[in-house]
């Protein structure tokens, strides 16, 4: 018969059942005998990728500061710059309020803040462990890269969200219809899924959160003006137009100002840009992510 | 001692047929031949010969920068190696990676329990990523909960675990996918007296129960002296002494002719000590030792 002190001795936060002096009674591990039977090809991908897109909801579920505490930039954004510039009629627009012109543009600049910083929660996952068991499994690096990179799809997905409400109560005139808003989805996954490979890959180059930090902030205002998220491409000087069609961020607000305001727009060449640039992204995060785990 | 059955995995290539006839024959769990890993000009790995059995736990002991963190990396895949330096069950991982994984579970040396996430998505997770079907996943995950006595704290979130509970809930991780090797690197570290003997308890348990290999690395020599079958002491990135601990300590008594038996700290102190100071008399090589200590800070 096992015997338990009747408090924890002190110095010790393990509960009082895991101290017992003779392990406990046998339980049932019948299910733990027998692997699982393994998953090939494709399905391999697309089981990874949910998990780790569950995984993001689920801590998405268990804490909402950062949901809360990231709409603050864009509501900024929208409340200052967007009311002001409106007031200016100094960017020419084509006829559309510049809050509806720049509605997109801070979706689009949102979802790459949080994607543009996933390579730091990366080098955390080293740091921690994390990484290096997820490693361990059989998932392929660049499903395991696939699979973050379209997790922080889906936060931004929701983040984009928030934006959008925002963004109608400030009496942007948005499209509700469902199968555009699911375009608007699939197009910030895709862009959210490019940056987060891109910083995963820097991440895999610099290796310490520090270095990342000064890179990402480096990078982020460049793609940010260098896009055509705050004016249209036409005003640039030819250098910026250049820097701009190569930017996969003038791509992502392209498609959804397309798609949100009904403005013209390049959608086919917009989601194959975006698509190559994802998977680019996933092949180059992926062979950089062994830099990681050595 | 219940036996594992095989996991699942293809052999169609006909040149990997040979492999797949000495993984099914393999009583070995690891074979290391001349396992050797470098990080730039430190040598870490240096000619490691090792041989694991199926069923036992082997401790793979030594001091910090003798190579074990780095030789349980290549054996788990984490660091890649030319081929034939390393089987597990009988499988090369340099060609065979996904099936050597599929039967691997490995807790690091750091806690890496996700804090944001309760003690069972954690476990679920590994479920996931092992492909436990949707039917099956919640009552494996229950079943690795209840492995390591977590089932109460189980719905709370990982951040408000002691120490101790993070690293049984690392284990009911490992065990989710039922490996044929538990490969545990210094999983009692940084723990208080108690928490080691839970976390040891479980191992002991679940191995008994499921007939498992245990691959381990630790500094404790208590813990190595009750818990191993057999342990090899590393040092400078080779074997030194390999036995069972009381063949160990017998060996190193007759050497020293002590009046009484060593312990097994003795017998590290033994085998490393002497290692040690001939590398403080030596200045190039403690840079070295001290290279890949800094390495290995780097990585975790």
């Keep these: ?294 | 001692m219940k036996k594992q059955s095989e996991p699942t995995g293809t052999t169609a290539d006909p040149a990997d047929q040979e492999e797949a006839m000495d993984a099914a024959e393999a009583v070995e769990a690891v074979v290391c031949t001349g396992l050797e890993y470098s990080f730039g000009r430190t040598k870490a790995v240096d000619g490691l010969d090792l041989t694991v059995r199926s069923g036992e736990v082997f401790g793979l002991l030594g001091p910090n920068g003798a190579g074990k963190t780095t030789a349980i990396r290549s054996i788990t895949t984490l660091l890649p190696v030319p081929p034939g330096m390393v089987r597990v069950f009988g499988h090369d991982p340099a060609r065979r990676q996904m099936q050597v994984r599929r039967m691997l579970g490995y807790v690091p040396q750091q806690l890496s329990a996700d804090g944001g996430l309760t003690g069972r998505e954690n476990v679920s997770l590994f479920a996931r990523v092992f492909d436990v079907s949707r039917r099956e996943r919640a009552a494996r995950v229950a079943q690795a909960i209840a492995a390591v006595d977590l089932t109460e704290a189980a719905d709370r979130l990982a951040k408000t675990y002691s120490g101790g509970m993070v690293r049984r809930l690392e284990l009911a991780q490992a065990l989710v996918s039922a490996p044929r090797l538990l490969v545990l690197d210094e999983p009692t570290i940084g723990l208080d007296p108690i928490a080691r003997t839970s976390v040891w308890e479980c191992i002991d348990e679940v191995r008994a129960a499921t007939g498992m290999t245990v691959l381990v690395t630790t500094h404790y020599m208590d813990e190595a002296d009750q818990y191993c079958d057999r342990v090899a002491l590393m040092h400078r990135g080779r074997i030194r002494a390999l036995g069972t601990p009381e063949q160990l300590r017998t060996e190193v008594g007759e050497q020293l002719d002590l009046a009484e038996p060593p312990t097994l700290d003795d017998v590290f102190r033994h085998f490393a000590g002497s290692g040690l100071a001939n590398a403080t008399e030596n200045e190039g090589e403690f840079k070295d030792v001290r290279r890949t200590r800094r390495t290995a800070s780097r990585v975790g």
């Excluded at chain 1, 559309?96 to 955390?124: H, N």
């Excluded at chain 1, 922080?152 to 959008?164: D, E, R, S, T, W």
């Excluded at chain 1, 910026?240 to 992502?252: F, I, T």
């Excluded at chain 1, 086919?268 to 785990?293: H, K, N, P, Q």
């Design chain 1, 1 to 294: 018969m096992s015997v338990v002190p009747v408090a924890p001795p002190p110095g010790s936060a393990e509960p009082a059942a895991a101290q017992s002096p003779v392990a406990a009674p046998r339980r049932d591990l019948g299910l733990l005998l027998v692997p699982p039977p393994a998953r090939s090809g494709w399905r391999v991908v697309l089981a990874r990728i949910l998990a780790m897109c569950v995984v993001e909801l689920q801590k998405l579920r268990h804490d909402r500061t950062e949901l809360y505490t990231r709409a603050v930039q864009p509501a900024l954004w929208l409340l200052i710059f967007g009311e002001t510039f409106t007031r200016i009629k100094a960017i020419p627009t084509n006829g559309i309020p510049y809050l509806d012109y720049l509605a997109p543009g801070i979706i689009a600049q949102s979802a790459m803040f949080i994607a543009i910083f996933y390579g730091i929660m990366i080098i955390w996952e080293r740091d921690s462990g994390v990484l290096t068991k997820l490693l361990v499994t059989p998932t392929p690096r660049a499903a395991l890269v696939a699979g973050k990179a379209f997790a922080a799809g889906v936060k931004a997905v929701i983040q984009a969200l928030v934006v959008v409400v925002i963004a109608a109560l400030l009496g942007v005139a948005l499209t509700w219809n469902p199968a555009k808003l699911l375009g608007v989805a699939v197009v910030v996954l895709l862009g959210s899924a490019f940056f987060s490979c891109l910083s995963m890959s820097i991440a895999g180059i610099v290796l310490t959160r520090d270095r990342l930090m000064g890179i990402g902030q480096a990078i982020t205002m460049p793609l940010f003006f260098g896009s055509n998220a705050l004016y249209p491409v036409s005003l640039m000087p030819g250098w910026l137009q250049a820097v701009s069609k190569a930017n996969p961020l003038s791509y992502e607000v392209d498609a959804l100002r397309g798609l949100l305001i009904g403005t013209p727009a390049h959608l086919g060449s917009d989601f194959a840009v975006l698509t190559l640039s994802a998977g680019l992204g996933i092949a180059c995060a992926s062979a950089l992510l062994g830099r990681l785990a050595r």
